[in-house]
């Protein structure tokens, strides 16, 4: 299926099955953060995606924890397996998903790197991608604010 295709939609949860959810397309492209709350909280850099929040459901709930990380948004992850799995700021209408946590082929592509000014030493980023030093960057969703 096509990341942009609006017929179907997609589902996805953390390792042990405890959160599950589903989205409905079309899936924001993929943003890579790199800033140190991303690192902590994923053991690297995050890749996330997002939806608006009439498009997210999740359908197992059972071992979501939201954990405020800032003064503006909040992390969602399994209390059972420790998956890191949604990103949500209070003032956005839409909420991030971890791109890895979603089921099967999702025809996304990252578009871009941020808060690169935090990046890690122990990797190196593509130079043909657009990197940006913090969170602002233009968004791919050109309607949208920015998520990350």
């Not at 871009?112 to 991608?129: F, M, N, R, T, W």
Request: charged letters at 20%; glycine letters at 8%.
């Amino acid at each position: 299926m096509n990341a942009t295709d609006d017929t179907e939609s997609f589902s996805g949860g953390c390792l042990c099955g405890a959160v599950r959810y589903q989205l409905k397309p079309p899936l924001r492209p993929v943003i890579a953060c790199h800033c140190r709350q991303c690192r902590r909280t994923s053991g690297n850099y995050v890749s996330a995606t997002a939806v608006p929040r009439q498009s997210f459901a999740l359908t197992s709930s059972d071992g979501l924890k939201w954990y405020r990380s800032s003064e503006r948004a909040r992390r969602g992850f399994c209390s059972e397996c420790g998956s890191s799995l949604f990103w949500s700021a209070d003032a956005l209408d839409t909420i991030s998903i971890m791109t890895g946590t979603i089921d099967g082929k999702t025809g996304l592509h990252t578009v871009a790197h941020i808060c690169v000014a935090d990046k890690g030493d122990y990797y190196e980023l593509d130079p043909s991608q657009p990197q940006y030093a913090d969170h602002h960057y233009p968004s791919p969703w050109s309607s949208r604010p920015n998520d990350e």
